[in-house]
């Protein structure tokens, strides 16, 4: 951490030596634009969102987990989720991060997949809250995470095995995730990295990203609000190529040596997620062949070495936490439940095996 407060990574190398991409002003009349947009989007998610926890009811097969600030951030809400009957054992930490574009949302919206985790692999999983743009820019969540994690990891009445400890999030958490891990109070302490469709590249044009998505796909969730989410979280000025900005440029040493990257088909994230896996996987000399992980449909991704690639076909970003209704409820329930069970199993079978 620098004498002003911010994040460095554990190593000078910030940015593979190449020259830096400066974010830069967008002319007044679209700053005005996403202005408007940004807290039209914030204020009707949040809306929707309070009114979706009034109105539904809380799954019976959920965890309720306990609430707890730390010292370091104590305005920010976490959510612990402990497997039943486990207060004796030192077990596995899993800590998770959630999305929503730096802006919106909160711990809370990981719930079912936290829930599923603890419960069905013995593990301890902690959802971390950090502060939100516009007020809060980069690289202040980074900083809010890397915090929490240091403190949750130093929680004694969580008896964690310090020596199995995974870092994960969704989509901007996912970007968050990757970024904590290279800092230096959190490098050299993970045991892996989880990115469910993760923002991990901020270098390229959203008219760029789109360009790569299947032409046959729906519209992109993303399309209408890529671009005032990125105005609203990247200072001007900022290199974009800052690892803890674009994880996709950091340097490998910097991050475990175990990472699973999950894109979805019909998200215009999926090429640089998929992009970082094969990245990691060209300098992961691992062997990792354990015939309990279970297995994808030939075409679906791969593993090689530490890394495991996996993409989600026919869906759309945010398909883990889009509900519907119905059967396509159950359909998105079951589709989510398989992945995150493949998720559990490497991380029990390969990530904490040795």
């Given at each position: 951490m620098h004498a002003d407060g911010s994040?460095?990574?554990?190593?000078?190398?910030?940015?593979?030596?190449?020259?830096?991409?400066?974010?830069?002003?967008?002319?007044?009349h679209l700053r005005v634009a996403y202005f408007i947009s940004l807290w039209a989007f914030k204020v009707s998610f949040q809306l929707?969102?309070?009114?979706?926890?009034?109105?539904?009811?809380?799954?019976?097969?959920?965890l309720q987990p306990e609430i707890k600030a730390y010292e370091v951030r104590p305005d920010l809400k976490n959510r612990i989720f402990r497997p039943q009957d486990s207060e004796d054992e030192e077990l596995p930490l899993y800590l998770d991060v959630h999305g929503g574009g730096w802006a919106v949302a909160d711990p809370e919206t990981d719930d079912e997949f936290c829930s599923f985790l603890a419960q069905n692999f013995n593990i301890i999983v902690v959802s971390v809250d950090y502060h939100k743009s516009p007020k809060h820019r980069f690289p202040r969540a980074v900083?809010?995470?890397a915090a929490i994690a240091?403190?949750?990891?130093?929680?004694?009445?969580?008896?964690?095995?310090?020596?199995?400890?995974?870092?994960?999030?969704?989509s901007a958490g996912g970007n968050l995730a990757f970024a904590a891990a290279q800092t230096k109070v959190l490098c050299g302490q993970l045991s892996g990295l989880v990115g469910f469709y993760p923002v991990l590249d901020l270098t390229e044009p959203t008219e760029k990203?789109?360009?790569?998505?299947?032409?046959?796909?729906?519209?992109?969730?993303?399309?209408?609000?890529a671009n005032f989410l990125d105005w609203a979280y990247v200072p001007a000025g900022t290199d974009r190529r800052d690892p803890l900005l674009s994880p996709r440029f950091a340097h490998r040493k910097n991050l475990p040596s175990y990472a699973y990257l999950v894109g979805a088909e019909y998200d215009m994230l999926c090429y640089e997620a998929r992009q970082m896996a094969e990245s990691l996987?060209?300098?992961?000399?691992?062997?990792?062949?354990?015939?309990s992980i279970p297995t994808l449909p030939e075409g679906d991704g791969w593993q090689r070495g530490g890394i495991r690639w996996e993409?989600?076909?026919?869906?759309q970003h945010a398909f883990t936490h889009i509900t519907k209704h119905g059967r396509e409820e159950r359909d998105r329930v079951k589709f989510c439940q398989e992945l995150y069970n493949r998720v559990g199993c490497w991380l029990n079978e390969e990530v904490w095996a040795r």
């Open positions: 994040l460095s990574t554990s190593s000078t190398s910030t940015s593979l030596n190449a020259d830096p991409i400066l974010s830069i002003p967008p002319p007044l929707g969102l309070s009114a979706s926890r009034l109105l539904q009811k809380r799954r019976r097969d959920l900083e809010d995470v240091q403190a949750v990891m130093s929680d004694e009445s969580l008896n964690i095995d310090k020596s199995k400890v995974v870092l994960g999030g969704f990203k789109l360009s790569r998505r299947p032409r046959n796909g729906p519209p992109d969730i993303l399309a209408s609000s996987a060209m300098y992961s000399a691992m062997d990792c062949e354990r015939t993409i989600a076909r026919g869906r």
